[in-house]
Structure formats: C-alpha cells, structure tokens
Nanobody
C-alpha cells in the first residue's frame, strides 16, 4: 500500500511555470507506475501525464504535451510534474496516483490517490 501527498500548487499568471511534487510513503514506491490527473469544477477528472516504474517511459495528454514534464526520483519516493507556459484552462485540482498495473491513462487503473493540490492560472 502507498500513501500520496501532493504539494506545490498555487496561484500563478498565464505563461508562468510551476512544479508539483507528490511524496509517497512506503518502501515499494519504485514498483508503482505514477500518474497525474486534474479535475476542474464541473468537469470529470482527466488524465495529464504518467510515468513508468523506472521513469524511462512517459505519456502525456495532448493538451499538455510540450508544456508539461513528468519525472520521478525513486530514491526520494517522489514524482514531479513540471508545468510551463501555463494557461487559464490548466486551472484545476491536480492529483497524483499510483498504479501497480502500468502507466495508463484511465483513472480506474490507479488504486491509490493523493488528496490533490489546487492550481489556479489567472489570465
């Protein structure tokens, strides 16, 4: 089992950058693929990015491709989401999630979730 805690959210202006972190508890972090999802008010939770257990493989939603980067440090039990060129439509609560199945894009493939961190991008 793994517990996840996100941090790094905040209020930024369009065009700014922000880095989110997700710290995981437990000694088996490196055995989980990790994903970032987001949910805006009135909308369904949507996939943002995912990364394999080793960190060698990543996948991004088209809406963030080229602007966001996902990485992980298995020695620190932490996964990161580097966000640049932020847009108002990136405003949402961002969640990290862990999967023992693979770095998929569907929320139901992830069994563990953090509490979320708010990102607000003003125009």
């Amino acid at each position: 089992q793994v517990q996840l805690v996100e941090s790094g959210g905040g209020l930024v202006q369009a065009g700014d950058s922000l880095r989110l972190s997700c710290a995981a508890s437990g000694r088996t972090f490196s055995s989980y693929a990790m994903g970032w999802f987001r949910q805006a008010p009135g909308k369904e939770r949507e996939f943002v990015a995912s990364i394999s257990t080793s960190g060698r493989s990543t996948y991004f939603a088209d809406s963030v491709k080229g602007r966001f980067t996902i990485s992980r440090d298995n020695a620190k039990n932490t996964v990161y989401l580097e966000m640049s060129s932020l847009k108002p439509e990136d405003t949402a609560v961002y969640y990290c999630a862990a999967s023992n199945r693979g770095y998929y894009t569907q929320p139901h493939e992830y069994g563990y979730w953090g509490q979320g961190t708010q990102v607000t991008v003003s125009s």
